[in-house]
T-cell receptor
Framework: ETGVTQTPRHLVMGMTNKKSLKCEQH?????MYWYKQSAKKPLELMFV???????ENNSVPSRFSPECPNSSHLFLHLHTLQPEDSALYLC???????????FGPGTRLTVL | AQKVTQAQTEISVVEKEDVTLDCVYE???????LFWYKQPPSGELVFLIR??????QNEISGRYSWNFQKSTSSFNFTITASQVVDSAVYFC?????????????FGTGTRLAVRP
């Protein structure tokens, strides 16, 4: 595997379910990110991890819980989501501030 | 606060036409970075270019070229002799070194449709 991978690619869940999104980067980067992309809205940064420490939480509701066990892996744990949370969730990694971010293919999430 | 404006929501051209995508940014930092990304229908954002605020040289890569002008706070992207495979949403983005480091602020994107 090369670049940034995300699983699953598609996820349908009910409002009471608990699920997790997984991201893995094979680029040796130190920083990882979660973004949300909704229809007709700009890309929204959710979380930033640098050297496995969370450095930014962009006012994200607590029903989204990130986890970064090491510099190559990033998870987004989901619980009691709302239909308006349906979106494309993108993971990215970079060498650090100011460097380009490389994105994964995204997880298309639908909350029923 | 940093802001990126892509005023063109959608552009439609016929194959082989040249097309320019506009990007205007706002920042208070003297050191910042500008980016362009391409998002094809598959959804994955593909990195195209990174430019720092001290390098105003225009850049050409194949059919792609970028015009960075600090005087007008613009970082425009031109595709020469467009092809159907260029159809995608293109995003301009900005990060400020001092105030937000890791934070990329994206514009709302320009959807480019290239017709055969």
């Amino acid at each position: 595997e090369t670049g940034v991978t995300q699983t699953p690619r598609h996820l349908v869940m009910g409002m009471t379910n608990k699920k997790s999104l997984k991201c893995e980067q094979h680029l040796g980067h130190n920083a990882m990110y979660w973004y949300k992309q909704s229809a007709k809205k700009p890309l929204e940064l959710m979380f930033v991890y640098s050297l496995e420490e969370r450095v930014e939480n962009n006012s994200v509701p607590s029903r989204f819980s990130p986890e970064c066990p090491n510099s190559s892996h990033l998870f987004l744990h989901l619980h009691t989501l709302q239909p308006e949370d349906s979106a494309l969730y993108l993971c990215a990694s970079s060498q650090g501030p100011g460097y380009e971010q490389f994105f994964g293919p995204g997880t298309r999430l639908t909350v029923l | 606060a940093q802001k990126v404006t892509q005023a063109q929501t959608e552009i439609s051209v016929v194959e082989k036409e040249d097309v320019t995508l506009d990007c205007v940014y706002e920042t208070r930092d003297t050191t910042y970075y500008l980016f362009w990304y391409k998002q094809p229908p598959s959804g994955e954002l593909v990195f195209l270019i990174r430019r720092n605020s001290f390098d105003e040289q225009n850049e050409i890569s194949g059919r792609y070229s970028w015009n960075f002008q600090k005087s007008t706070s613009s970082f425009n992207f031109t595709i020469t002799a467009s092809q159907v495979v260029d159809s995608a949403v293109y995003f301009c983005a900005l990060s400020e070194e001092r105030s937000s480091g890791d934070k990329l602020t994206f514009g709302t994107g320009t959807r480019l449709a290239v017709r055969p």
